[in-house]
């Protein structure tokens, strides 16, 4: 099996969980894999929605942020700030197989590579904001459980593709695409199509996502012999806020 992302309106980690159930992934994987992390109290949201006329998945986690809160706890506020040391033992311990947990590591060193560049300092001083919430290691691990569970052989990726402006987060106001997330691109070559609208299309955990899978370059025709479509929160002006994922094979 082959799979092609089609990232014309960007991707994230649950945007990619969204297109790889709508493809045929195992959503009971994905529960039970999860359920083996004591997260504390959350919810996954598996829902339809519709973007601009298109029928999507939706893939959403909603972390109960009444705990209590201790610095030791996995179970603190969800904007907790934690290391890549301490992301690594919750994804150890899990009871998926090690091919799951090595590419939920790669996929989150791959992030903190790029935001020790970003901030100039050691990768291991990296203490993870956004990416370091629950919800975003719920989102890498699941991306991890599914692409497992589907296997493919070889992966492919469009280019990028993203808009201008600023988004406010833990450090301020950040350019698009964001340091952490350009720095992703530029380390692995990839190309970047800058569109004209506003609004973040491009997560850095959706480009190490990229980093982390892809294969080498679609350079081949293709038959498409299914389609997955994940939906993300955004609503565009110009653009579909959707990701789609396709199960191809090469033209003979």
Same mark, same amino acid.
């Given at each position: 099996?082959?799979?092609?992302f089609e ?9 990619t ?6 493809l045929?992934?195992s959503k ?6 999860l ?29 109960n942020?009444n705990?209590?809160h201790h610095? +030791?706890?996995?179970?603190? &506020?969800h904007?907790?700030?934690r =290391?890549?040391?301490? /992301?690594e #033992? @919750?994804? +150890?311990?899990?009871?998926f &197989?090690?091919?799951v947990?090595? =590419?939920a590591k790669? /996929?989150f #060193? @791959?992030i ?6 970003a901030?100039?300092?050691d990768?291991?001083e ?10 975003s ?22 280019d ?11 450090h ?12 992703i691109i530029?380390?692995n070559d990839?190309?970047?199509n800058?569109?004209d609208d ?10 190490a ?8 370059k ?18 565009f002006?110009?653009?579909n ?9 090469k033209?003979k």
């Open positions: 099996m082959d799979l092609y990232m014309y309106s960007g991707i994230s980690g649950d945007m969980i969204a297109s790889l159930l709508d045929g992934a009971e994987k994905l529960i039970e894999g359920k083996s992390i004591d997260f504390g109290k959350y919810e996954l949201i598996f829902d339809r929605k519709i973007k601009n006329g298109i029928d999507s998945n939706y893939f959403e986690v909603i972390i942020e705990k209590d610095e +030791d706890n996995i179970h603190d &506020n904007h907790f700030h =290391n890549l040391f301490e /992301i #033992k @919750i994804i +150890d311990s899990g009871s &197989n090690e091919k947990k090595g =590419n790669k /996929i #060193k @791959i903190a590579k790029a935001e020790s560049k901030h100039g300092i990768i291991s990296v203490h993870f904001h956004e990416v370091g919430a629950i919800d290691i719920i989102d890498i691990i699941g991306v991890s459980i599914l692409m497992d569970d589907l296997n493919p052989d070889n992966v492919y990726f469009s990028f593709y993203e808009a201008k402006g600023y988004i406010n987060i833990a301020g106001p950040m350019p698009l695409p964001t340091p952490a997330t350009l720095n530029t380390d990839f190309n970047l800058l569109i506003f609004g973040e299309r491009n997560t850095p955990t959706g480009a996502i990229v980093a982390n899978y892809a294969t080498g679609l350079d081949f025709p293709f038959k498409v012999k299914r389609v997955g479509i994940g939906a993300g929160k955004n609503n002006k110009k653009t806020n959707i990701l789609r994922v396709m199960e191809i094979e033209k």
